[in-house]
């Protein structure tokens, strides 16, 4: 939908914006029907059945059950016609693309801090090319945050412990506002920035002029090796003490309870921070906590890191093929703050 | 609108009765609105444990084991005990309303103390349980400076993790506690309803007040038949 | 045919409710509906001077985008103040334990509510949750939104939460034992002759409002109070790192509070469904759908709070559930605003103030009701929530709702509450005013949000300034509209012309008695034999003055 020369809307620069401006315009269409045809009966009425005389009593009105089913109805089936194009296109666009281009978002008491996969970082600032999908993986070191787009009509929140997702695909070069939607304490209407969309030459120029950063798989590689990873994880993820990591992602994982669990984002997260939590079938609780030794920055370069390492068999799923473990050790319980796909 | 009412004729005899309040019309309004107050206070007691139900459950669900471990190290023996104290009690209660109903002096002041007597028994035996856990460094957080929380002493099942049994007896001490306070003002209440069943207050023409204090009574004997389930049972299967 | 009789010469002279007993103690120590009711009055007002003047502090600072008047920390706390005074302090209690407490026993027939003691204890518990609350204030302030978002709340803020918290937590017992109360009455103390189906919609709307009161107010109780373990003890049920989740502090939040504007605006839209219908001298058209439609809100309400949820991380399916509920619970209120509509055709107008502001009220809450649509709608919530449009869509409801009809039932009931009559001229141009004022303050506000204006903003990009400083002129011109009434309200206390025991010619119960009424309300009990907004036929009305004598020959 077109909508750059309407007075009062927002730059449109996505793929969605447009959809949910023609909602928008529907529901407005809608609410100003019904107050002017409200606010004129009732107008008129006043106005023709204004009291004469101040002894006039006018006869009582029983009521009418056809016209009470009928204003009822009515608003019932414009209501849900509302609901059904609202959801529908909150629905197709819950689940971001396969094939989008991920981009990490962290959130920090006042200040976005993003990551791309190919080593670029940015604070405050959010580059990227017109007509891709991207896919914006997103968590936050403290309180609650939002990161919000208008100019893309998108919107979700930052939740620590967590990872949320949204999506979008620009489609007009520009720069637009990056705001922080949740309030998160004394300097929140500062945590903004800007989101600048380029045209795809343009935005290699800028990925080129901008390498001298590691990527976040590599910085996450180094931490790996750092922290201790690689004593029982294996060099390049194959395994050994702890469960081999390459090609884990997003595949089944058999715990040690007997459950199985996709091995997102948010599952990773918590072996890392909380590793008790949940074991995969056939190895002890013998890994430390991370927690507090490694900012949520860190983690995800970890998790970057683990995504990039190449699939190494299939021992880490197939519940028959695991080692023996002498005594069975932890099982994990089943819930888990997961990520939401949005 | 013609339709015509006739006042009816009061019943004098209630009307005159000396606890009518000035500002209900007979004795039977009174009563009527008295009950009704307390069942709606009951309802939003409900809905204010309802909370903490909400809370137990959802974590419970997500830390099944932790959950279970802590429980099992909670004192079944005890808790079983001030299950049948609290029941008998409310037995007693039930005595006590029948017996005012039916004009039964003593049988109402001996069933009225007993229930007293009851309550109080079950708040030392928990003033027991309470303490052993404090032994065991079982009170949560660092409410107890020099005995901050330990789990050491919980057997722990397999996967069950140290904070999430904190949070248990976090759970466990915010209910009893919630449970205990609401038994302190019920025996509080009932002493004040034995003070005046002594002096012959009430009987067949009045004994609201005894009833309602029984329904709240009843209510707090039955938040506890959900306490005690929940708080000490379940899990005790998965106990190696 | 006896109960009639004490409805004639009524004057101010004769002893009342007022002038019964004097003294200080005789107000504080009362057990009487009615002066309980002044007592609120009183202090709610004095709450509703805060939250004014937190609200003006938002909107000067809000003239320029960068943070001039005030400082970052202040702002926060400024708004914070705002929301906390006006929700807990003012919406809540404001028709309910005003209008509510002094009609509800006048409009059944009672001689007073069924607890009175308790009553009055619920006044003292407000006014203790309000001393805390100010307190809390006074030594710094707090700084969460009046939403007190966990982990925020719990761990960063260095504000004065517990305090605050406590405050609110106090508060909220008094709003339960009012609700209880009213429950109790309207079941047992209905006069004979005052059927469930006879009674005025102002007591359905209040019955509604009850019902959420006791079940919801526990559940923010007990919210607040884990807030408070967690803050000070850090039991983690609401912390990530230990096993908990922040989210669910969300759920329990807004399982209350959602409910709670239902709190807000249900007794609005029952003072409008009486000055509808008395004002037009019509009962109200399909009044059983009016009053049955105030208990399905009172229920659907405690159906829909994941609607604030919808970009918090919950389950697309929920969301989409939570969405369609929304939907469903904009019924009801659209079948009140048409009812209310249909019941002015072929009636008998009449222009004095507190129709204008139910007219006022019917016309803003529509508004307020449709924006509502565009957040329970997932597509358009996702980009609207957290933006200036929620806080123009809420400020329709509640100012334009909830404190117009206040205001209208304040101006309505105001010969029998204190006797006297307010000045018609004044009032109707400040009705005009505050209508004006009020739209000119949030309509702006609809766009900011829609071009993206987050709420809680202290410094805002320049391109948003046109707007805010439209909505600030808009706010200065309310501010005005509201110290007038201020003003001649007080003054026609003492100057007022006296009125008389029915000034407006109505059938309800409350008009039956002197102006103001006596302590008892009713010298004998009233028999009702007329069905609610019952006026007298036409042939009957040569004799308007003395229209309920009249009335009394009938029965």
């Known amino acids: ?342 | 609108m013609v339709e015509s009412y006739t006042i009816e004729p009061e019943h004098a005899a209630a009307h005159g009765h000396a606890a009518l309040q000035h500002h209900f019309e007979n004795m039977e309004q009174q009563r009527e609105a008295s009950t009704l107050g307390m069942w709606v206070f009951l309802v939003t007691e409900i809905m204010f444990f309802g909370g903490m139900f909400l809370a137990y459950t959802l974590y419970r669900s997500k830390y099944p084991e932790a959950f279970a471990s802590a429980s099992n190290h909670l004192d079944l023996k005890l808790g079983a005990i001030n299950t049948v104290v609290l029941i008998l009690s409310s037995f007693t209660m039930a005595m006590a309303v029948y017996s005012t109903q039916v004009g039964k002096r003593r049988n109402q002041i001996i069933s009225l103390a007993l229930t007293l007597l009851l309550g109080a028994t079950f708040l030392g035996i928990k003033a027991v349980e309470y303490h052993q856990k404090y032994e065991d460094n079982l009170i949560p957080g660092r409410i107890v400076p020099s005995r901050p929380f330990n789990a050491s002493g919980v057997h722990l099942l397999p996967g069950a993790q140290p904070q999430n049994v904190e949070m248990f007896y976090w759970i466990y001490f915010a209910m009893t506690g919630m449970h205990a306070i609401h038994m302190i003002i019920g025996i509080g209440i009932i002493a004040i309803i034995l003070f005046w069943a002594i002096r012959g207050k009430y009987g067949p023409e009045y004994h609201n007040p005894v009833e309602v204090s029984g329904l709240y009574w009843h209510f707090v004997d039955i938040v506890w038949i959900f306490l005690f389930p929940l708080l000490y049972l379940l899990g005790r299967h998965l106990e190696h | 045919m006896k109960a009639m009789e004490s409805f004639e010469a009524p004057t101010p002279a004769r002893i009342n409710y007022l002038n019964a007993t004097y003294g200080l103690k005789s107000w504080l120590l009362t057990k009487d509906h009615k002066r309980i009711a002044l007592l609120y009055l009183g202090s709610i007002s004095f709450f509703f001077l805060i939250g004014g003047l937190y609200a003006m502090a938002i909107r000067i600072e809000l003239l320029t985008p960068q943070g001039d008047l005030l400082q970052s920390t202040t702002y926060n706390k400024v708004f914070t103040q705002h929301g906390i005074i006006m929700v807990f302090f003012f919406l809540i209690p404001s028709i309910p334990a005003t209008l509510g407490n002094f009609l509800v026993p006048m409009m059944i027939g009672a001689k007073d509510l069924a607890f009175p003691r308790i009553n009055l204890l619920s006044w003292y518990i407000y006014m203790v949750g309000g001393i805390i609350t100010i307190y809390a204030l006074l030594a710094g302030g707090i700084d969460t939104g009046w939403t007190f978002y966990t982990p925020f709340s719990t761990t960063f803020s260095n504000s004065y939460v517990i305090a605050a918290g406590l405050g609110i937590f106090i508060n909220g017992f008094s709003s339960i034992l009012t609700g209880l109360n009213f429950i109790v009455t309207i079941h047992t103390m209905r006069a004979p002759g005052m059927t469930w189906f006879r009674l005025p919609l102002f007591i359905w709307s209040h019955y509604a409002t009850s019902l959420v009161m006791i079940l919801g107010t526990p559940v923010i109780a007990i919210t607040i109070l884990l807030l408070a373990f967690e803050r000070v003890a850090h039991i983690g049920i609401f912390d990530p790192a230990a096993g908990g989740d922040p989210v669910l502090f969300q759920h329990l939040f807004w399982f209350y509070s959602h409910p709670a504007v239902y709190i807000m605006v249900l007794p609005g839209m029952g003072v409008v469904s009486e000055l509808i219908a008395n004002f037009s001298r019509k009962n109200i058209f399909g009044y059983s759908f009016v009053a049955f439609s105030s208990l399905a809100i009172a229920v659907f309400g405690f159906l829909v709070w994941g609607h604030h949820l919808f970009v918090a991380s919950q389950s697309v399916y929920a969301g989409m559930i939570f969405s369609f509920l929304s939907f469903a619970v904009a019924i009801p209120s659209a079948i009140k605003v048409f009812n209310w509509t249909a019941t002015l055709y072929k009636a008998s107008i009449s222009y004095d103030t507190p129709m204008l502001y139910a007219l006022g009220f019917i016309g803003l809450f529509t508004v307020g009701g449709m924006t509502g649509l565009f957040l329970a709608s997932l597509a358009t919530d996702v980009h609207l929530s957290d933006t200036y449009f929620i806080v123009a869509h809420f400020h329709y409801i509640m100012v334009g709702g909830t404190l117009l009809a206040y205001l209208g039932g304040l101006h309505y009931w105001w010969p029998k509450i204190t006797g006297r009559m307010y000045p018609e001229g004044w009032a109707r141009f400040s009705a005009l005013i505050v209508f004006v004022g009020f739209n000119l303050t949030f309509l702006p506000q609809f766009v900011l949000g829609y071009m993206g204006m987050p709420r809680r903003y202290h410094v805002y990009p320049a391109e948003f300034q046109v707007l805010h400083v439209l909505s600030t002129a808009g706010a200065s011109i309310l501010g005005v509209g509201l110290l007038i009434p201020l003003v001649y309200l007080v003054w026609s206390m003492r100057y007022g012309k006296i009125a008389p025991a029915n000034p407006w010619n109505l059938p309800g119960l409350e008009w039956q008695t002197s102006s103001p009424p006596p302590t008892e309300n009713f010298e004998l009990t009233p028999i009702v034999t007329w069905e609610a907004y019952e006026f007298a036929p036409a042939e009957e009305t040569e004799v308007v003055g003395k229209f309920h004598n009249e009335r009394v020959k009938k029965v």
């Open chain 1, 1 to 342: 939908m077109q909508t750059s020369w309407i007075p009062f809307v927002p730059p449109s620069a996505s793929t969605l914006s447009g959809k949910v401006d023609a909602l928008y315009f529907y529901l407005s269409g809608v609410t100003v029907f019904f107050t002017i045809l409200i606010s004129s009966v009732l107008i008129f009425f006043v106005i023709k059945y204004r009291r004469r005389s101040p002894y006039e009593i006018p006869r009582p009105v029983a009521g009418s059950h056809k016209l009470e089913i009928l204003w009822s109805v009515i608003p019932f089936i414009i209501a849900m016609s509302m609901f059904a194009w609202g959801a529908q296109l909150y629905f197709q666009n819950s689940r971001p693309p396969d094939n989008a281009v991920e981009i990490y978002v962290v959130g920090k008491q006042w200040m976005w801090k993003i990551q791309h996969t190919t080593g670029q970082r940015e604070i405050n600032e959010l580059h990227v090319p017109v007509g891709r999908r991207i896919k914006l993986i997103m968590t936050t070191e403290d309180v609650i945050h939002d990161f919000y787009i208008p100019a893309f009509r998108i919107k979700a929140d930052v939740v620590p412990g967590k990872y949320t997702t949204q999506w979008f695909e620009a489609t007009k070069p520009g720069s637009y506002h990056l705001f922080c939607a949740e309030y998160c304490g004394m300097n929140h209407s500062g945590m903004i920035g800007q989101v600048v969309v380029m045209e795809p030459t343009e935005f290699d120029n800028w990925l080129s002029g901008n390498t001298n950063q590691q990527s976040p798989a590599v910085a996450g590689q180094q931490l790996y090796q750092t922290l201790g990873c690689v004593s029982c994880h294996g060099a390049s993820g194959e395994g050994g003490r702890g469960p081999a990591l390459g090609g884990v992602f997003g595949r089944q994982v058999f715990l040690n309870n007997g459950q199985t669990i996709k091995a997102d984002e948010a599952y990773i997260r918590e072996s890392i921070v909380n590793p008790q939590a949940k074991l995969v079938n056939g190895f002890g609780p013998i890994m430390p906590t991370f927690q507090g030794q490694i900012s949520e920055e860190q983690v995800v370069q970890i998790l970057a890191f683990i995504k990039s390492l190449p699939a190494q068999g299939t021992q880490a799923e197939a519940p028959g093929t695991t080692p023996a473990a002498t005594a069975p050790p932890a099982a994990g319980p089943a819930a888990s703050p997961g990520s939401t796909n949005r």
